[in-house]
């Protein structure tokens, strides 16, 4: 996709509960950033010319606001189209179909055969990929056992089946299992993949909540024949449902083994780990990459799944001990400090439990790494008690 000077720059929306990485990596492939999301923060205003509010009460995307944010969007002018990340995948099909907003870039009917836990589990099954178990009524013993909604993210929709007590209609109940929580981040274009690399997942436990998204880390190495039947899986997902541009697969990796546990159909916070590990494979982002694949089904070059990255990078989320109003040195401090993203306005009232800011670092091995970021997590807390 050519590019021009930045006066005359295409225009994209990027939307979603938090656009901040999308909005930073379509900047960096030059591209003027219309900026939706419900927080607001400060970085990524810094890389959006216009930003609108779409929250609803608490952690949600109120619709009215939304599509009125969306058709104030549509009307600017070079408006290339709409990305959309976490938080609006029920909305997906329905954004690919509606009038007066910007053309949908991404997953829109599609995304219906992997978002479906019928369709996408009946769909492993006869491509021999593994799962952990899974059934659509409540099992006699619900110990050992999940409810996940269909339409959820982030760890938000993941509950102990036993904690439940009416089941959500578009849920389902999927078995606990074991292994390392993972991802790998694909790219599809005219029923091909291309793989850009792996990632450790981080979860914390939050109130009922067991599986709360709390960042990743990588790219992650792994053995060369399992990386190869996880890329071979995942090619056989993208020809039976021709999935388009940046998506997301979670698995468990148990030693050499590996089961599926869902696809997310739109671009996933870890692509910032890849464009931090490999700069120069993506010139223009993975958002650059992103709209070759949709508009132009042309695939990326770079085949960065099987390289051994020369840094892993990290990302974690600090969470909110105790509720606070974000002080102006406390968001002065956060926005100075090249590791910290998604930094709140001065302020800004953050309740026990909601995220406060992303920590993120780079370093030669995993262990360095997780250090780093806990050293970096600590630094916020203590921002918290002292400005």
């Known amino acids: 996709m050519m590019l021009h000077d930045a006066a005359r720059a ?27 999301d419900i927080f607001g923060d400060r970085d990524t205003r810094a890389h959006a010319g216009m930003w609108f509010d779409i929250g609803g009460d608490g952690l949600s995307i109120d619709r009215a606001r ?3 944010a969306l058709e104030r969007a549509a009307r600017l002018p070079r408006m290339l189209g709409l990305i959309v990340t976490s938080g609006l995948e029920p909305l997906a099909i329905e954004l690919s179909r509606a009038p007066r907003v910007p053309r949908f870039i991404g997953n829109g009917a599609q995304s219906a055969s992997v978002r479906d836990p019928r369709r996408f589990f009946a769909l492993l099954d006869e491509a021999h990929v593994a799962h952990p178990d899974v059934r659509f009524s409540a099992p006699a013993d619900a110990s050992g056992w999940l409810v996940k909604r269909s339409d959820g993210c982030g760890g938000t929709h993941i509950e102990r089946a036993e904690d439940i007590g009416n089941m959500p209609s578009d849920a389902y109940f999927q078995r606990l299992s074991h ?10 274009a005219r029923r091909e993949a291309a793989v850009i690399g792996f990632a450790e997942q981080l979860t914390v436990a939050a109130g ?18 399992t990386a190869a039947r996880i890329v071979a899986a995942i090619e056989t997902i993208v020809w039976q449902t021709d999935l388009a541009g940046l998506n997301s697969i979670d698995f468990l990796l148990d030693d050499d083994t590996f089961q599926v546990l869902e696809i997310n159909t739109r671009p996933s916070s870890t692509m910032a780990l890849y464009e931090a590990a490999w700069p120069n494979a993506w010139p223009h982002g993975l958002i650059g990459a992103h709209l070759e694949a949709c508009l ?13 990255p020369p840094l892993i990078a990290g990302q974690r989320v600090v969470f909110a001990p105790r509720s606070f109003t974000v002080s102006g040195a406390f968001s002065d401090a956060c926005f100075d400090d090249s590791a910290c993203h998604d930094v709140p306005l001065s302020g800004a009232r953050i309740e026990a439990g909601m995220p406060v800011c992303t920590m993120t670092a780079a370093a030669s091995e995993l ?8 050293a970096q997590c600590t630094r916020v807390l203590q921002r918290m008690d002292t400005l």
């Open 296 to 308: 132009d089904g042309e695939l990326p070059r770079a085949n960065t799944a099987l390289m051994r």
């Open 208 to 225: 009922h909540l067991p599986f709360v998204h709390a960042g990743s880390l990588g790219p992650v190495m792994l053995p060369r024949d």
């Open 367 to 374: 262990d360095a790494l997780r250090i780093e970021l806990d």
């Open 66 to 68: 939304l599509y009125d």
């Open 10 to 36: 295409p225009r994209v929306a990027v939307a979603g509960l938090s656009a901040r990485l999308l909005a930073q990596s379509a900047a960096r492939a030059g591209l003027n950033v219309v900026a939706l």
């Open 179 to 188: 292994g390392r929580s993972m991802s790998a981040l694909f790219i599809g």
